[in-house]
């Protein structure tokens, strides 16, 4: 279990969602999995490890919010003498759990155009155009999801630093922990983090790559954003040294493709982009200015796993080349995690893929049984498999590797679609 400790509360990611289970029918369905005994630590992948540490476990067991972070938060909430700071927190909290995608301005022409056709073929009493357009456009604001883009300024900021700073930066430190454990000998020295907000971004790298970062660019078109997590930087303060040196903030995105950072990330700002148009655009400018990753983060929402879906597929089949780095891209790490602090997630990587992706990742609650064990997994060739093993079928270190896995976990099996011929298999993922 994983979690995470703010300023002032204490959020729990891995508590996976109560009640969430394999359905009874797929259940019924589960194949057994033949051949998989093959996979035992023959090949030492287990080294002198005990099972419940097998490498291709990812989960993260506790998030803390550097100390200094946590109390130039605490000081700035303070100092700001805000009323009723834990509703407005709150009210955006909800807010921002709750929305959708901007409507397209194509499918709203859509709608007003099948409206006006309805209108027009069940009533007759529409004497001018003008009073047809009017009930038009009162249909479709009555019906239409009405997004509306925030503007940060010095309230908002601060509020959504109360109310996202711990979760924000758990989501992104498990994305980080994702490569770190995968690759311990990748070593970035720049990073460029778009829609920047609070920092916190920046907080995780530095607790996981502090040693060989050495230039953080911060993107924000938020004046008073930039200038709170110039303040956090500085323990709350306007003035003194930043915590972490090489921080620079910027209000636009450099465009120019000719400098590249090692890591670029976007967290929970994909979604405050008004239209598909506007997203593609920077998705395309930030993949450009990636040289090895581009991690997206989103919240656990249809919503936030829409967006996601959409900026890698912009990538893994956009056309477009950059001009000064013709590799192509494959997804890193595919990972859905709906958890208590829910994010959603993709790590998109510069190169081939050989020697990422090698193992299955379980998509599902690990389901323990008595001598067996059901896990949903996503294959490395993207479909998806519900295997039930056993230690009698199977070999005891797989069996014993799967008991101790989690949602999110790699389960090590080489080649799955070979090992792992489900006769039934799930649908595959969108
Ligand atoms: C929801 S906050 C996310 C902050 C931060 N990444 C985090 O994880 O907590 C979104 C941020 O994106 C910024 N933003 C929105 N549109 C932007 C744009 N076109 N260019 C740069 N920043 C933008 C907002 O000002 C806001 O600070």
Not at 18 to 33: D, I
């Amino acid at each position: 279990m994983a979690t995470v400790r703010g300023p002032s509360c204490l959020l729990t990611l891995g508590r996976w969602r109560r009640g969430v289970g394999v359905a009874p029918l797929s259940r019924a369905l589960a194949a057994l999995v033949p051949g998989v005994s093959q996979v035992d630590n023959k090949s030492g992948f287990l080294g002198k490890r005990p099972h419940r540490r097998h490498p291709g476990i990812l989960k993260l067991p506790c998030v803390r919010l550097p100390r200094a972070l946590a109390d130039a938060a605490q000081l700035l909430l303070l100092d700001s003498a805000m009323p009723n700071v834990e509703k407005q927190v709150q009210a955006l909290t909800n807010y921002l759990w709750s929305r959708h995608l901007p409507v397209e301005p194509g499918e709203l022409q859509r709608r007003a155009e099948h409206l006006e056709k309805k209108f027009l073929e069940n009533s007759d009493s529409f004497q001018t155009e003008e009073k047809l357009r009017g009930a038009v456009l009162h249909a479709l604001r009555k019906t239409t999801y009405h997004w509306q883009e925030l503007s940060y300024n010095e309230g908002l900021s601060l509020v959504y630093m109360a109310a996202r700073l711990d979760g924000g930066f758990a989501a992104v430190s498990r994305a980080f922990h994702e490569i770190q454990t995968q690759l311990p000998e990748f070593q970035p020295k720049t990073l460029m983090d778009f829609g920047s907000g609070t920092g916190s971004v920046t907080w995780a790298a530095h607790s996981i790559w502090g040693q060989s970062l050495r230039e953080y660019m911060c993107v924000d078109s938020s004046a008073a954003m930039l200038d709170l997590a110039e303040k956090l930087l500085k323990g709350g303060s306007e003035n003194g040294k930043l915590y972490i040196p090489g921080v620079f903030f910027r209000q636009f995105l450099p465009v120019s493709p000719k400098v590249q950072f090692n890591v670029v990330v976007s967290a929970f700002s994909l979604s405050e982009l008004p239209s598909k148009a506007d997203r593609a655009e920077i998705v395309q400018t930030l993949w450009r200015k990636t040289s090895d990753f581009l991690i997206l983060v989103e919240n656990g929402t249809k919503a936030g796993h829409c967006l996601l879906m959409e900026a890698r597929d912009l990538v893994l089949k956009g056309k477009e080349k950059s001009p000064l780095d013709p590799r192509p891209g494959f997804v890193f790490a595919p990972s859905k995690k709906p958890k208590e602090e829910k994010f959603s997630m993709v790590i998109l990587a510069r190169g081939s893929p050989e020697e990422a992706n090698r193992w299955p990742r379980i998509t599902q609650p690990v389901l323990k049984r008595p001598r067996h064990v059901h896990c949903h997994l996503c294959c490395p060739d993207g479909h998806m498999q519900h295997a039930v093993l056993t230690a009698r079928r199977h070999c005891r270190d797989l069996y014993r590797c799967a008991r101790v896995s989690s949602w999110g976990d790699l389960l090590p099996v080489t080649t799955p679609s070979e090992l792992l011929p489900s006769t039934v298999e799930d649908p595959p993922e969108s």
